[in-house]
């Protein structure tokens, strides 16, 4: 199993660009996340989608657009860059748990992808 | 409030010794989950361990254990018989609620401990 996979891993953008961040998995699982990561922070959530055509909002949803039309993929897409986008994105993936024990709701990450904006 | 915090910006340890890498929470639910991940230079986020708030037991996966006291929200991660490839930033995190709902399986992390493994 490939897991979760995203691309680019790099990308260098000018200020007012736009592009799209691909992730996709082959888990089957329900679950699927946008986090972004800045130096020497830890990772904070984008945007997640608990199913097919269903997302919502995490901590820093400004400045960054998903969607989610199969249970697979899950594109973010950075509408007019600016430099503070700049940062390590990942995408993650987790099945459904079971009340009381989330246990079986280990988020499984892709490699990551580093976005630079100036 | 910071709900995940991990005030030990850096360790170092020497190789074959244990260490303890400290994380407290805050939340008012009475059911959340607590995860450590680790991430080399690579880049990567690898998933360590998980507890559970209604886990009598501390949890243990291999050569990693959970230190896990809930009156004192707390949540340190135990490496015993560090190695070199040990070295890493290593990540606390929670999740809130029961689970029941996507929102409810959002990790908020803290903002890490690089982990240095001297030989």
């Known amino acids: 199993n490939a897991g979760v996979t995203q691309t680019p891993k790099f990308r260098i953008l000018k200020i007012g660009q736009s592009m799209t961040l691909q992730c996709t998995q082959d888990?089957?699982?329900?679950?699927m996340y946008w986090y972004r990561q800045d130096p020497g922070m830890g990772l904070k959530l984008i945007y997640y989608s608990v199913g097919a055509g269903i997302t919502d909002k995490g901590e820093v949803p400004n400045g960054y657009n998903v969607s989610r039309s199969t249970t697979e993929d899950f594109p973010l897409r950075l509408e007019l860059a600016a430099p503070s986008q700049t940062s390590v994105y990942f995408c993650?993936?987790?099945?459904?748990?079971?009340?009381?024990?989330?246990?079986?709701?280990?988020?499984?990450f892709g490699a990551g992808s580093r976005l630079t904006v100036l | 409030a910071q709900k995940i915090t991990q005030t030990q910006p850096g360790m170092f340890v020497q190789e074959k010794e244990a260490v303890t890498l400290d994380c407290t929470y805050d939340?008012?639910?009475?059911?959340?989950?607590l995860f450590w991940y680790k991430q080399p230079s690579s880049g990567e986020m690898i998933f360590l361990i998980y507890?559970?708030?209604?886990?009598?037991q501390n949890a243990t996966e291999g050569r990693y254990s959970l230190n896990f006291q809930k009156a004192r929200k707390s949540a340190n991660l135990v490496i015993s018989a560090s190695q070199l490839g040990d070295s890493a930033m290593y990540f606390c995190a929670m999740r809130e609620g029961q689970g029941s709902g996507g929102s409810n399986y959002k990790l908020t992390f803290g903002k890490g401990t690089l982990l240095t493994v001297n030989p």
């Open positions: 939340t008012s639910d009475q059911s959340y989950g």
């Open positions: 507890q559970g708030s209604y886990d009598e």
């Open positions: 993650a993936s987790s099945p459904p748990g079971r009340k009381r024990d989330s246990g079986a709701n280990v988020l499984t």
């Open positions: 888990m089957n699982h329900n679950y």
